[in-house]
Every structure is written in C-alpha cells, then in structure tokens.
C-alpha cells in the first residue's frame, strides 16, 4: 500500500510545489544561522500582516514542539493546563507536554471536541491550595481533533474566562487554515481580535515538510513580552530552533505570504473534498442504516460510524484510523492533494462493500 492515496492523515500528502521553490530559492549564498537571516525576517513581517502589529513569530520544526514550548513559556512548575480529553497535546503527542513541558493537563470531557465555558469554568477551582496543580492555561485546538470548528465568539467567551482568572489562552492551530477557510475569516479575526495569546501555527499539515510556529499575539503587553523572551530561550533548550532556520522560514512564507494565499487555496480544497465524501457517505447512510454520520464535516475530517467487518476490509484498500474503538467511528481526513477519484473511488469502494 506504499503508493495508495490515504485518508488517515493530511500528513501522509507529500510537499507543495511552492514550498519547494522556497526552500530551493532560500538554498544560495551564506546566510547567518539561527534566524538572523532574510527569510526569518520576512516571516516576522508576515506574522504582523497575519496576526497584528505587536505579534511575534518562532519558527519550529513540528506541531508537537510548537505545543510543548508555547505551553512552557505559558505555565510555573506547579501550574495546568485545562483542555479536552480528545486534544491532541492529551492523546496524540506521548506525554510530551508532562514530561517535556514539567505540566499538568486537566482533560474535560467533550463529545464534540470543543471546550465549552462552562467546562473550563468547571476546572478553575482550589486557587491558591497547594495541593492541586493551579490552571494558568486554556488550550483549545482549531479546528477540533473530532474536526469541528470554533466560532469567534466562543473564542471570545473562553478568552475572557481566561483573562478573568488570570490564566492565558492557547490555541493549536495545526490546522488552522483549515479554520480560516471554512470561516471564511482572516487568522487574526479568530485569534488576536478575540483574545487568544498564544497560537501554535501548522505548516505541515498544509503543504510544509517540516515548519510550523508559535505566535505571540501581543508582545505590547507584559504578559506576552515575557511569552516571548521565554520562548527565544526555551526553543534553544527544547531542541527546536533551527541553525538553517531560512529553510524552515522560506517554507512557512511560501504557505503564508500574500495573505497565506497558498495555504488557504490549500485548505480549501482540502475542505470541499471533505465535504464531497461527507455527503457521499451521508448518501450511502440513508440506504444502509446500519451505518452513521453523527458529526457535520466543518473542515477537512469526515467521521462515520462503520460496521467494525466494513473498516476492516475498507482498510485493506485505503489508510485511515479508527477513532473510537467502543463505537466503530473512523476518521477519514483530506488533504491540499486529495483529488475528486481519491474520493469517488473510496466511496465506491465503501458501497460496494455494503452491498456486498
């Protein structure tokens, strides 16, 4: 199955072309190491038109390493971060926040993927009791790990819980174009303008190889200066600053210059191919009732419900995983290079199998 086209992952999609004309256009001359060259700084240019005036932006090599250093700079040794229980920073990135970061998570249920207030709320208890670990984040991940989106006001609602109490908000923006372009909104509309501190930027997901960032939304105030000089030390001594660092910044500036015209063109189309396999699949769900689609397909990620003998044999001719093992859902995930036979022939793969 080397070469058969995958629906687990928008990781599993190769380079984009205009990411390789970066690299390949940052690739002449000598150019001084660790972010002090023309690339870096014209990242930096970028995430002020992207983010606002007062943003700040550190280049990194993955999403897992944005996380740990974003939420480091954020917390004290004794303090927490409040977040779903299906958050990748929870499930998917191996402990690293606790063993890398020295923090603990406090995971609240959520079928949806999203927090709500009144969930965070239910996590900001014990201030100032020694023998809890304190919140000082929220994290929330857009779009969602079960693909659903926040709306700007409810950022907004969970921003302000936040500040109210002292803590910060973070958003994991693995796949944030994604958000944006299902939105239909700027980044900053849905990050800075509503109240979010720290962004973890993806790259990869969208057409990088290996580039992703963590923004500062507002160095202008004390909290986000001192996010910020304790990020340019803590990327040093978590092993993510880059000494070829044009290479990671061409590639980041290839997705977002002139708007991040590649990497909403990107999501976009990742998107509408979702979209065509959600109504495919919601389709084939009202002539075989034993198959459903509880949650609406908001960005790139459709999940079905599969009878469990369906996925196994579905699997044998496409990648993707299965989420939920008690319930038999699955997630199918589209990238910037899903094509519409990628996703016809799946779903006429997955309707055969159902007659059959």
């Given at each position: 199955?080397?070469?058969?086209?995958?629906?687990?992952?928008?990781?599993?999609?190769?380079?984009?072309?205009?990411?390789?004309?970066?690299?390949?256009?940052?690739?002449?001359?000598?150019?001084?190491?660790?972010?002090?060259?023309?690339?870096?700084?014209?990242?930096?240019?970028?995430?002020?038109?992207?983010?606002?005036?007062?943003?700040?932006?550190?280049?990194?090599?993955?999403?897992?390493?944005?996380?740990?250093?974003?939420?480091?700079?954020?917390?004290?040794?004794?303090?927490?971060?409040?977040?779903?229980?299906?958050?990748?920073?929870?499930?998917?990135?191996?402990?690293?926040?606790?063993?890398?970061?020295?923090?603990?998570?406090?995971?609240?249920?959520?079928?949806?993927?999203?927090?709500?207030?009144?969930?965070?709320?239910?996590?900001?208890?014990?201030?100032?009791?020694?023998?809890?670990?304190?919140?000082?984040?929220?994290?929330?991940?857009?779009?969602?790990?079960?693909?659903?989106?926040?709306?700007?006001?409810?950022?907004r609602a969970l921003a302000d819980l936040a500040h109210e109490?002292?803590?910060?908000?973070?958003?994991?923006?693995?796949?944030?174009?994604?958000?944006?372009?299902?939105?239909?909104?700027?980044?900053?509309?849905?990050?800075?303008?509503?109240?979010?501190?720290?962004?973890?930027?993806?790259?990869?997901?969208?057409?990088?190889?290996?580039?992703?960032?963590?923004?500062?939304?507002?160095?202008?105030?004390?909290?986000?200066?001192?996010?910020?000089?304790?990020?340019?030390?803590?990327?040093?001594?978590?092993?993510?600053?880059?000494?070829k660092m044009r290479f990671v910044s061409a590639q980041l500036?290839?997705?977002?210059?002139?708007?991040?015209?590649?990497?909403?063109?990107?999501?976009?189309?990742?998107?509408?191919?979702?979209?065509?396999?959600?109504?495919?699949?919601?389709?084939?769900?009202?002539?075989?009732?034993?198959?459903?689609?509880?949650?609406?397909?908001?960005?790139?990620?459709?999940?079905?419900?599969?009878?469990?003998?369906?996925?196994?044999?579905?699997?044998?001719?496409?990648?993707?995983?299965?989420?939920?093992?008690?319930?038999?859902?699955?997630?199918?995930?589209?990238?910037?290079?899903?094509?519409?036979?990628?996703?016809?022939?799946?779903?006429?793969?997955?309707?055969g199998l159902l007659r059959g």
């Amino acid at each position: 199955m080397s070469n058969s086209r995958g629906f687990a992952s928008d990781n599993y999609a190769g380079i984009h072309p205009k990411v390789l004309e970066g690299i390949v256009a940052a690739n002449h001359g000598h150019q001084v190491a660790y972010g002090e060259d023309g690339e870096t700084e014209r990242f930096g240019e970028i995430v002020h038109e992207l983010f606002g005036p007062n943003a700040v932006g550190f280049p990194v090599f993955n999403g897992t390493g944005a996380n740990v250093i974003a939420l480091q700079a954020a917390v004290k040794r004794w303090e927490a971060v409040i977040c779903v229980d299906s958050a990748h920073i929870h499930v998917d990135e191996g402990g690293a926040p606790e063993k890398m970061g020295g923090l603990k998570l406090w995971p609240v249920s959520s079928p949806d993927g999203k927090l709500s207030v009144e969930a965070a709320r239910s996590q900001i208890f014990d201030l100032g009791v020694v023998h809890r670990a304190q919140p000082a984040v929220i994290s929330i991940t857009q779009t969602t790990e079960m693909g659903t989106l926040y709306q700007p006001g409810e950022i907004r609602a969970l921003a302000d819980l936040a500040h109210e109490h002292g803590l910060l908000l973070h958003l994991d923006g693995a796949r944030l174009s994604n958000a944006a372009a299902a939105l239909g909104k700027s980044f900053r509309e849905f990050t800075t303008d509503v109240g979010v501190d720290l962004v973890s930027l993806g790259g990869t997901k969208i057409g990088a190889l290996a580039a992703e960032a963590v923004i500062v939304t507002d160095i202008s105030s004390s909290r986000g200066k001192a996010l910020a000089e304790a990020l340019s030390y803590l990327r040093k001594t978590s092993m993510q600053l880059a000494s070829k660092m044009r290479f990671v910044s061409a590639q980041l500036n290839a997705l977002f210059q002139d708007g991040a015209a590649v990497a909403l063109a990107n999501a976009s189309h990742a998107n509408s191919m979702a979209t065509r396999l959600y109504q495919g699949i919601s389709e084939l769900a009202q002539m075989h009732p034993h198959i459903s689609i509880p949650n609406r397909a908001e960005a790139n990620a459709v999940f079905p419900i599969l009878p469990a003998e369906i996925t196994e044999r579905l699997q044998q001719s496409y990648r993707f995983y299965l989420w939920n093992q008690a319930t038999g859902q699955v997630r199918l995930m589209c990238s910037f290079d899903t094509s519409e036979q990628d996703v016809d022939g799946l779903l006429s793969k997955l309707e055969g199998l159902l007659r059959g």
